[in-house]
């Protein structure tokens, strides 16, 4: 089974700065996706940026960015030029595409960006 | 499209009570599965399937049943309600051949 560990419950940041949520996992497979969900107070689930674990080039969508470190098993996301309506719970999640197409997610980190 | 629709948004039950969660989607996706969320957590697995006819169990699958009878349909059904099963409910779908749950809305379960 698959472990998902965000380990900061909560973080703040200042508008327009950059900041940077951890997480790592456990597998014993070698084809996996990774993902990054944002849940604003209306707690729709909203996909942020998505990383193949075939794929060693870290993904980047506009100000999102992460850092995939496959031999660590470290899957960060970073945060550039941070808005306010960038607060949100951010959960990190692990795919093993032979299991149904199900998500593990991470306990998730709770981002407060400050004007 | 509508995606992926849920209903009630909000219910409220007595212990022991029964009900069914609803949830559908018109992208005629073969998966989809049922999370829930308690406060302050991520989502876990309940129950999900791979296509008509074929459920199979999640991370935390007591206390809950369900079905798939149709591609569009996949409710969930509560059989006696428990206090500790007040949570935020999800439905989710994706394809055989892609990568990316679709989410529903959630409903907000609250047993007394």
């Known amino acids: 089974a698959q472990t998902v560990t965000q380990s900061q419950p909560e973080m703040s940041v200042q508008e327009a700065e950059t900041v940077t949520l951890s997480c790592t996992y456990d597998?014993?497979?070698?084809?996996?996706?990774l993902f990054w969900y944002k849940q604003p107070p209306s707690r729709q689930m909203i996909l942020v940026i998505r990383?193949?674990?075939?794929?060693?080039q870290n993904a980047t969508e506009n100000r999102f960015s992460v850092n995939f470190q496959k031999a660590a098993k470290s899957f960060s996301l970073k945060i550039s030029d941070s808005q306010l309506g960038d607060t949100a719970m951010y959960f990190c999640?692990?795919?093993?595409?032979?299991?149904?197409?199900?998500?593990?997610f991470g306990g998730g980190t709770r981002l407060m960006v400050k004007p | 499209n509508a995606g992926v629709t849920q209903t009630p948004k909000f219910q409220v039950l007595k212990t022991g009570q029964s009900m069914t969660l609803q949830c559908a989607q018109d992208?005629?996706?073969?998966?989809m599965s049922w999370y829930r969320q308690d406060p302050g957590m991520g989502l876990r697995l309940i129950h999900y399937?791979?296509?008509?006819?074929?459920?199979d169990q999640g991370e935390v699958p007591n206390g809950y049943n369900v079905s798939r009878s149709t591609t569009e349909d996949f409710p969930l059904r509560l059989l006696s309600a428990a206090p500790s099963q007040t949570s935020v409910y999800f439905c989710?779908?994706?394809?055989?051949?892609?990568?990316?749950?679709?989410f529903g809305p959630g409903t907000r379960l609250t047993v007394l």
């Open positions: 992208m005629n996706h073969e998966y």
């Open positions: 990383q193949e674990a075939y794929k060693q």
């Open positions: 399937s791979v296509g008509a006819g074929i459920t």
């Open positions: 999640a692990f795919m093993n595409n032979n299991a149904g197409n199900m998500l593990t």
């Open positions: 989710a779908s994706t394809g055989a051949y892609t990568d990316t749950q679709y």
């Open positions: 597998t014993s497979e070698n084809n996996y996706y």
